[in-house]
Every structure is written in structure tokens, then in C-alpha cells.
């Protein structure tokens, strides 16, 4: 309404615009009233067709718009969603989810044939999707999205309209939590067919099974807005009715747009983050995701040796890094897999594979450890170069680390800042000595880090090596695949290795820093995909 | 007339086919891919995504099949909006940067022309000094920065005008003063220094002596003599403007093509990247050829004939 009296005084002079502009804030704060939360997001969506979906921001609306056969909740738990149970086979291979009678937004059935429809069509080479490796588990996933194989040979299979079977290669105890991410979303085939490639492209071309649907996305604007779906199965229970997004890139202007009162959330970086910790509405999301540095053992020989490893490591402080350097939401890191991640039985993993020397800092060990690593290797001084993104905080990242590094007696740091595209293509191809990396959690499992630093995993882009290592992460997904407790017992092992072997240097576990209004309650936030769902938000 | 035209066109076609060739090997030359989560991809899978968007082709083949799509105004689909063509992305998001640049420059070149008139006019007066001061200070903050104090002041203190987004007119106000100033500033000056020549012309003192009133002289010799430069420095002008909109657009939160270019570039975007360059290249041209008309309206002597230059 606001903008339509707007648009209407197109060309009227400065006099009116102030008395316009008072009129705005009124509307705005009546409007606090209504169960309306305007939303900031740094992105615009990239796309809703959740078969070609890669990006955070696209998942966080398509999380809200449809629904997969479980729904991430709280404490890293899974939710009902359109299948009311499930169960595993002993072996752990099948999985077998029994659906509920719901709707697509178009009235529409939703079915186990569309689930076995929308896997079947991202596993689809034709489709090209960027996301298709995250089902090499399920049987033939891979083989067909090489090419190998045809599509309808896909490990899933429905009996009848509301009983979806999965068949997997290997057990996989974490599939649970698979299910919930967009990629895993059904798709009303005769939506598919209907706009064919544009399907999804905006707000209409789509069909809709989840808490909300999407309206005003024109494909390429940065508004849109989150409107309660009355034909959602769980409708009664949400209570807000509109999450009105806006895209704004630059984090300066979507401060001053919160402080004008025109949003109820909004992200904070770098030292926007710092300026504002005093503010109450300061919040602070973690998010599972570590920020390390990596060693290129493969090129550099004195890099082999462990005690120059856990020299280096000693000798950044990482609390001084995160306090005084980062500033913003990122906090200091337990091990290698992120704290508050992945829990079993009540216990976090980071918090039962700690090891001490793993991400503590202590200059003066440091110093004996690397004197001793380099007579060992029997070298005098070394000299180095830190490979690292151009943004921002990577750079100041790379600066502290540089200084933090040549207090070690003989290492000589170089630091080099390239654009973040060409700093992956020279880790992925060891072209480097020393790099500064980040990964983020497609799903709240410790083995989504863990399977990084084995020995060939392509991502492990300084090739440090540890046959226990690899051994236990197989072991894991093999013989103790179907016991939990087996299975977490090897990989809290796993990580106690890779940090006592010191393979890389986990440097501060990342947190969103935002402000959000205190008005606006029941907001779930996720340290992974889709990261925040609104289905219970309210405002009060 | 129209064999000037004809042969304007031609070159035209000629300058755009050169951009988009440099364009595209530049794109090519690009470390990194445009794929989103690179990092998360084994080169295998990277291979096989390639070869769906026809990336595995040899770099030729690829190049005439981006040619043969830009003949037909097919730029292909953007990676990072995966479903969208770059033809409509463009479409959809030309239109908010028409309107805050086409407001800028004609704001800034009309109050520039007054601005540096009333400067030379009243020359060595104290308007004439804050004339100066006005188009100094403008030209030297960049539009990145007047942006930000404007948004600051205008918007969050004063709250006149919205701090950002897009839906009406009162939206692109805070935009396009930070588009205007650069032209408004140039134009200033250059209308100063033009004015203050023509003034002391002969054929001005001769029309003095004629008894024409002061602002039928300004009017009617002294302002259409001092047009000519101003029109020679609206093609630069549009280029600031273009290249200011990135700046601009980001920190207003336009949904323009400017906005778009430095996100596109961010993700090695190529689909877009080289769509938008086109476009890009393409309003400039038509700028140029506009000037070029214009000064023969302006100035009869300078003839728009082929044999001309």
C-alpha cells in the first residue's frame, strides 16, 4: 500500500516527500502489529528450481516454500514433513518413508511419485545439475549422472501413491537429514511439463507443498515475499502470515534500512558487526563452518614434518584473531568439526573429539616445537607464501596469520590475495604452500568435514595423509555404518588424529552476526541449509 | 544524411562485433568457473557440467556459437540465475538504470548548463565563486561517496526519501542526485569557461552595439555558441554515469543492470557478463551517434555528409 501511494505522487516537490515520508513510518510501525516480518538477505534467489538450486539464500526460500519428506528442526533433529514416518532395513540400505495425504498448492496430490519424478530428474545428466553428487549414495546415482546408466534406474522406487522406498549403496545414518535439503524436494511433475525450462523461473511457473508460498519474484528482482500456503497440512500452525524479503548487497545500506525501522533482521559483517555488539537487538547465529589453513605437504617437504605443523599452529592465537581481528560473529574453534553441529546421545562432537594443541596457541612451545621440526628436517629458515581470498576478511585474515606466523624464528611469510574463484582452482591443484580455506555443512554430520582430509578426497588440497585416518573413515562407512554409536566413536577418533597430527589448523568456527527484532520471535536458525525457517515465527 | 547514417550503423555493428570477441576471450582467460559451488566439485563433475552448458567445446566452436546467438539477441542463460535467460535478466533489470541514469543526466546537464551560464554571466561575483566551489566539490567526491551521505542524511536522518529499494518515484530521487552530480559538475565548468569565451567574442560586442537586451544575447548567441563543447563531452559524461550506476545501484539497492554487472562478474557470470558489455557498448554508440547529430542542429557549418572527415 505504501508504495502504491508512492508511486502515485511521482514528481511532487520536497515538501510533500516529508510529510510522505512521515506518513511511511506510521504505516510501518501500525504494520508491527501484523504478523509481518520484513526480512534482509544479501542475495537475490539464483533460482527456485531446486534441482539446479546451489546457493544458501535460494534454499533458505525453497525450504519455506516446499517440503521434503523430513523437516530440519531444532537441536540437530529431523521433523515429520510430507512423510509421517520412516523406517531403515536392518542393513541400512533401504529406507522406506510412509507420506501423508497432502497438497500442492494448485490442489494437486502430493505423492511418492513425485518424489521419485524430482530425484530422478536431478540425477538426470540432461538436467546438469550442480548438485547431483550429493546423492552418489543413493544406488546407480553416480552411474547415471556420468551418463552410464538410464535414469530409471535411480535407487528409488514408489508402491503406490504414499509409500516412497530409498535404496542406498551403503548405509548412510545421516540420510535422515539428506531428506530435508531442497535438492531432496518433490516436484509436481505436471508443473515440470507444463513450463518445461522456465519452470520455476518466477513465482507463478512453480507449485508450492511447503509452509508458504512465493509471490512477486519476478526471477530476478530483490523482493519477493513468503505468504502463508492455507493448503499446507500443517497450515494451523503458522502464524505469520507474510515474510517480506528484500535483497540487499551492500551491508552499509542495509544497516541504515534497519535503523529507519524498514526491516525486523538484518546481517551484520566485519566491523558493521563490531559496532553494533552493544546494540540490543545483536544476535549471533554459528553456523558449520570452520575456517583453516591448509598445508601443501605434497610440494613443500618441510611441511611433513608434525612438529613444524603444530609449531604453526601454536603460534596463532586464535582468540586474539576472532576478538580483535574478525570482530565479527565468529567464535573460537573447537577442532576441525564445528562446534554445536552434530550431536549424539546429548554430546557434541567438537566438545568430545577436543583436543587441546589442536586450536590452542602458546608462542613459547611453538617456538621449541618449530626449532625441532627444523633441525629434524635439517633446514635453517623457511620461507612461505599464504594463499588467500581478496574479500575483506580474508585479507585481514591473512595479515594477522602472516604476523602471527613470522614469530617463529626462521619462517619467513609471504602473503598473496587473489579473487576467491582463482584462489580454489590453485588449492585444487596444490599451487600454494600454505592456503586459507572454509567449508560449510551440506548436512549435520561430522563425516561432511571428516571426509575432506582423507587421503583422496579432491578436495583435500594439501594431501596431508594418515592411513589410521583414512581407515577409520572407511570403517565408518562400511562395517560400523549401521551402529551409531560404533560409527561416532570412530570419527571422534578420526578427528583426534587429524588434530594431534595437526593435518590442518582450524582457525575460527564462523558465526552470522545480525540484529533481529525483539518483536519478531520463533525464528529457527540452523548452523546449516536452510540455515533459518520462519513456519513458527511470529511477531509479538 | 542517410548514407552518414548508414555508414554510422555500419561501424556501429563493427565496434560491437570487436567488444564482444575481446569480451569473450577475455572471459575465457578468466581463472576459475562459473559453476557455484566450485569448491564442493570434484574436476570430474565440473567436466560433466561443462560439457551440458557445451564448455568442453574447443574454445573456436564455442565463440561461433556465441556469435550465431548474438546475431538472434540470444545471449544464453546465465549461470548464476540458472534458469533465466540473459536477454530477460537484462530486460527485466534495464529499465530502473534508464530511469536513474536518463534522471541523472538530464539533471545534472541542465543544472550544469545553468549553474555554469550564471557563472560566467556574473563572472568574478560571488556567484560565479560558489558556482565554482559547487562543481568542484562535485567533481571530486566520487558518486560512491555522495551516495553514502546522501543515504545517510537524506534518508536515515531526515528520512525525505527512502534509503533504498525500488517502487515509485520518490526511490529513484537519492540515486539519481548521486548520478547527477559528476555530469552537473563537468557541464558547470565547461559552460563557464565556453560562456565567458563567447562573451567576449566580437560578434557578442557587436551585438551589444545593435542594442539587443542582455538576455536575448545570452539567449540567442551567447548560449547556442557555447553548446558545441557541452555536446562533445556527453559521451564521456554517459560513460560516468554507466560506471558510476554500478556503484550507485549496489548501494541503493536498484535492481538495475549495473547492479547486476558487478555480480555477474563477481561469479564469472560469462552469459551475462558478455550480454551486459553488449548493451553497455551499444547505449554509448547510440550516444555518440546522437551528439553527432545534435551538433548538426546546433551548428549548421558542422555537416553530417559521408564525405565529412
Redesign the interface.
Known amino acids: 500500500m505504501k508504495l502504491n501511494s508512492l508511486a502515485k505522487l511521482g514528481g511532487v516537490a520536497l515538501l510533500s516527500a516529508v510529510v510522505l515520508a512521515g506518513c511511511g513510518s506510521k504505516s510501518s510501525q501500525s504494520g508491527s502489529k501484523k504478523q509481518e516480518i520484513s526480512w534482509m538477505t544479501p542475495s537475490a534467489i539464483a533460482t527456485m528450481d531446486t534441482s539446479k538450486m546451489t546457493d544458501l539464500y535460494s534454499a533458505q526460500v525453497a525450504n519455506g516454500t516446499n517440503e521434503g519428506l523430513l523437516r530440519m528442526a531444532k537441536n540437530n533433529k529431523v521433523d515429520p514433513g510430507v512423510a509421517k514416518s520412516y523406517s531403515t532395513s536392518k542393513d541400512g540400505l533401504t529406507w522406506t518413508f510412509n507420506l501423508r495425504h497432502s497438497k500442492w498448492n494448485n490442489g494437486d496430490p502430493v505423492t511418492a511419485k513425485d518424489f521419485v519424478f524430482s530425484w530422478q530428474r536431478t540425477v538426470n545428466p540432461k538436467t546438469a545439475s550442480q548438485y547431483a553428487y550429493i546423492f552418489a549414495n543413493i544406488k546407480n546415482a553416480a552411474k547415471i549422472n556420468s551418463g552410464k546408466m538410464a535414469v530409471s534406474k535411480l535407487g528409488v522406487k514408489a508402491e503406490g501413491n504414499y509409500k516412497f522406498v530409498v535404496t542406498l549403496d551403503k548405509p548412510q545414518s545421516f540420510f535422515k537429514f539428506m531428506v530435508t535439503q531442497p535438492e531432496f524436494f518433490p516436484q509436481n511433475p505436471k508443473t515440470v511439463a507444463k513450463y518445461g525450462s522456465s519452470f520455476a523461473s518466477n513465482s507463478t511457473k512453480n507449485s508450492y507443498n511447503g509452509p508458504f508460498v512465493l509471490k512477486g519474484w519476478n526471477g530476478t528482482n530483490d523482493t519477493w515475499t513468503l505468504t502463508k500456503n492455507k493448503d499446507y497440512w500443517n497450515a494451523k500452525s503458522v502464524k505469520i502470515q507474510d515474510v517480506k524479503f528484500q535483497a540487499i548487497k551492500t551491508p552499509s545500506t542495509a544497516l541504515n534500512s534497519y535503523n529507519s525501522g524498514k526491516l525486523d533482521f538484518t546481517t551484520l559483517s566485519g566491523t558493521l558487526a563490531a559496532n553494533n555488539k552493544k546494540n540490543k537487538d545483536y544476535v549471533v547465529f554459528p553456523e558449520a563452518s570452520t575456517s583453516y589453513m591448509e598445508f601443501n605437504t605434497k610440494k613443500i617437504p618441510a611441511l611433513r614434518n608434525t612438529d613444524i605443523r603444530k609449531a604453526m599452529a601454536l603460534a596463532i592465537d586464535k582468540k586474539q584473531m576472532v576478538n580483535k581481528v574478525m570482530q565479527g560473529g565468529d567464535i573460537t574453534p573447537k577442532g576441525f568439526v564445528p562446534a554445536d553441529m552434530a550431536k549424539h546421545n546429548g554430546k557434541d562432537f567438537a566438545a568430545q573429539a577436543y583436543v587441546k594443541s589442536g586450536t590452542d596457541s602458546n608462542l613459547a612451545e611453538a617456538k621449541t616445537l618449530f626449532a625441532k621440526g627444523m633441525k629434524q628436517v635439517g633446514k635453517k629458515s623457511l620461507s612461505l607464501t599464504l594463499l588467500g581470498a581478496d574479500d575483506d576478511d580474508t585479507k585481514r585474515a591473512t595479515e594477522f596469520v602472516q604476523s602471527q606466523l613470522t614469530k617463529l624464528p626462521g619462517l619467513k611469510i609471504n602473503n598473496q590475495n587473489i579473487p576467491f574463484k582463482s584462489k580454489l582452482s590453485r588449492a585444487q591443484n596444490q599451487q600454494f604452500d600454505l592456503v586459507l580455506s572454509a567449508w560449510i555443512a551440506d548436512y549435520p554430520d561430522p563425516s561432511n568435514f571428516l571426509d575432506l582430509m582423507t587421503s583422496n578426497n579432491p578436495q583435500n588440497d594439501g594431501k596431508w595423509s594418515n592411513k589410521q585416518y583414512d581407515a577409520l573413515m572407511k570403517k565408518s562407512e562400511s562395517t560400523d555404518a549401521n551402529n551409531e554409536t560404533a560409527r561416532w566413536n570412530d570419527m571422534v577418533q578420526a578427528e583426534k588424529i587429524l588434530m594431534n597430527q595437526q593435518g590442518v589448523v582450524p582457525l575460527y568456527q564462523q558465526g552470522q552476526a545480525a540484529l533481529l527484532k525483539s518483536s519478531v520471535k520463533g525464528v529457527q536458525p540452523f548452523p546449516t541449509s536452510p540455515q533459518y525457517d520462519w513456519a513458527k515465527s511470529y511477531v509479538k | 544524411m542517410v548514407k552518414y547514417l548508414g555508414k554510422r550503423i555500419f561501424y556501429i555493428i563493427l565496434t560491437l562485433f570487436i567488444v564482444s570477441t575481446i569480451t569473450f576471450f577475455l572471459m575465457k582467460f578468466m581463472?576459475?568457473?562459473p559453476?557455484?559451488?566450485?569448491?564442493?566439485?570434484?574436476?570430474?563433475?565440473i567436466h560433466?557440467?561443462y560439457?551440458?552448458?557445451g564448455l568442453d567445446k574447443p574454445v573456436w566452436q564455442q565463440y561461433l556459437v556465441y556469435l550465431a546467438g548474438v546475431v538472434h539477441g540470444n545471449f544464453g542463460i546465465s549461470f548464476?540465475?540458472?534458469?533465466?535467460a540473459v536477454s530477460?535478466?537484462i530486460g527485466?533489470?534495464i529499465g530502473p538504470s534508464l530511469i536513474i541514469g536518463g534522471q541523472g543526466m538530464i539533471l545534472g546537464v541542465l543544472v550544469g548548463l545553468v549553474l555554469g551560464s550564471l557563472g560566467a554571466v556574473k563572472a568574478n561575483t560571488w556567484i560565479d565563486t560558489t558556482s565554482t566551489i559547487v562543481s568542484i566539490l562535485l567533481v571530486s567526491i566520487p558518486s560512491f561517496v555522495l551516495a553514502?551521505l546522501l543515504?545517510?542524511y537524506l534518508?536515515?536522518k531526515?528520512?525525505?526519501?527512502?534509503?533504498?529499494?525500488?517502487?515509485?518515484?520518490?526511490?529513484t530521487?537519492l540515486p539519481t542526485l548521486a548520478l547527477a552530480a559528476s555530469p552537473l559538475a563537468e557541464t558547470a565548468r565547461f559552460m563557464r569557461t565556453e560562456m565567458v569565451d563567447v562573451l567576449s567574442s566580437d560578434y557578442i560586442e557587436l551585438a551589444k552595439a545593435k542594442g539587443l537586451g542582455k538576455v536575448g544575447i545570452i539567449y540567442h548567441h551567447a548560449l547556442r555558441n557555447s553548446l558545441i563543447p557541452i555536446i562533445t563531452i556527453i559521451g564521456p559524461l554517459t560513460v560516468n554515469i554507466m560506471t558510476g550506476s554500478m556503484v550507485v545501484e549496489?548501494?541503493?539497492?536498484v535492481?538495475g543492470i549495473g547492479?547486476?554487472f558487478v555480480?555477474s562478474v563477481l561469479t564469472?557470470d560469462y552469459p551475462t557478463i558478455m550480454g551486459l558489455t553488449i548493451v553497455y557498448c551499444a547505449m554509448l554508440c547510440v550516444v555518440l551517434l546522437i551528439t553527432d547529430i545534435l551538433y548538426g542542429l546546433i551548428d549548421p557549418r558542422i555537416r553530417l555528409s559521408g564525405n565529412s572527415n
Open positions: 581463472p576459475g568457473t559453476l557455484t559451488n566450485q569448491a564442493k566439485l570434484t574436476p570430474g563433475q560433466q557440467i560439457k551440458q552448458y548464476q540465475f540458472s534458469n533465466q530477460y535478466l527485466s533489470r553514502v543515504q545517510y534518508g536515515l531526515l528520512k525525505w526519501f527512502p534509503i533504498a529499494d525500488w517502487g515509485g518515484f520518490m526511490y530521487v549496489n548501494i541503493f539497492s535492481p547492479e547486476q555480480k564469472n
